[in-house]
């Protein structure tokens, strides 16, 4: 399944911005193998991480420098995931990405582009 994240753009502190990730097949289902998709970011001179995460049962998951601001969420008939993400900071800046979280335990994600998100006065 490819993963394809999009709508970084450039932001104010304080403002909020919608990314998306559109897969090529059915994603969050129980019965296949890409049951739980997870956001990362990469900031400027850090290391990827892991922000927030959604399983096929509903179960979400967020680091703690977003949660109470950042929502992930599903529209499993256009087989997109989407972070919403508000109040956002300076330190919101970085390159998202979005990707199968056990592959990524498994270390065998192969990362696209990415979207940049850029917050900034």
């Known amino acids: 399944v490819q993963l394809q994240a999009s709508g970084g753009g450039l932001v104010q502190p304080g403002g909020s911005l919608r990314l998306s990730c559109a897969a090529s097949?059915?994603?969050?289902?129980?019965?296949?193998?890409?049951?739980?998709i997870g956001w990362f970011r990469q900031a400027p001179g850090k290391s990827r991480e892991l922000v927030a995460t959604?399983?096929?049962?509903?179960?979400?998951h967020y680091v703690d420098a977003v949660k109470g601001r950042f929502t992930i969420s599903a529209d499993l008939a256009k087989n997109t995931v989407y972070l919403q993400m508000s109040r956002l900071e300076p330190g919101d800046t970085g390159v998202y990405y979005c990707?199968?979280?056990?592959?990524?335990?498994?270390?065998?994600?192969?990362w696209g582009q990415g979207t940049l998100v850029t917050v900034s006065s």
């Open positions: 959604l399983t096929s049962s509903g179960g979400t």
């Open positions: 097949e059915t994603i969050l289902r129980t019965d296949i193998s890409l049951n739980a």
């Open positions: 990707a199968d979280v056990q592959k990524w335990r498994r270390g065998s994600v192969e």
